[in-house]
């Protein structure tokens, strides 16, 4: 088991930045993926960065690419995502996950098999 808890969400006018955190333990070694997700009222969860913890390699969608970076301390088992010109779009509740499948997708929600209970980022006009 993996578990995962994440931290630093908040309100923050757009153009601001926000950092995530989450906190990652339990059997570690099991994270063959990790990313972060959202999910906006109305709206299915979406992927917004990813990176497998052997590679060095990082993943966004587009609609942050540029403005967001995912990142990965190993010696602190923490997963990290630095959001920076915000925009009122970026509202939703920022999920932590990781995939312990090898055939997993780092887009895909479904091949997550864990997760963090979310921390709100609200970004305002």
């Known amino acids: 088991q993996v578990q995962l808890v994440e931290s630093g969400g908040g309100s923050v006018q757009a153009g601001g930045s926000l950092r995530l955190s989450c906190a990652v333990s339990g059997d570690t070694n099991r994270a063959y993926c990790m990313g972060w997700f959202r999910q906006a009222p109305g709206k299915e969860r979406e992927a917004v960065a990813g990176?497998?913890?052997?590679?060095?390699?990082?993943y966004y969608a587009d609609s942050v690419k540029g403005r967001f970076t995912i990142s990965l301390d190993k010696a602190k088992n923490m997963l990290y995502l630095e959001m920076n010109s915000l925009k009122p779009e970026d509202t939703a509740m920022y999920y932590c996950?990781?995939?312990?499948?090898?055939?997993?997708?780092?887009?895909?929600?479904?091949?997550?098999?864990?997760w963090g209970q979310g921390t709100q980022v609200t970004v305002s006009s």
């Open positions: 996950a990781a995939a312990d499948d090898r055939g997993v997708a780092w887009y895909m929600a479904a091949d997550f098999a864990y």
């Open positions: 990176l497998f913890p052997g590679g060095i390699h990082t």
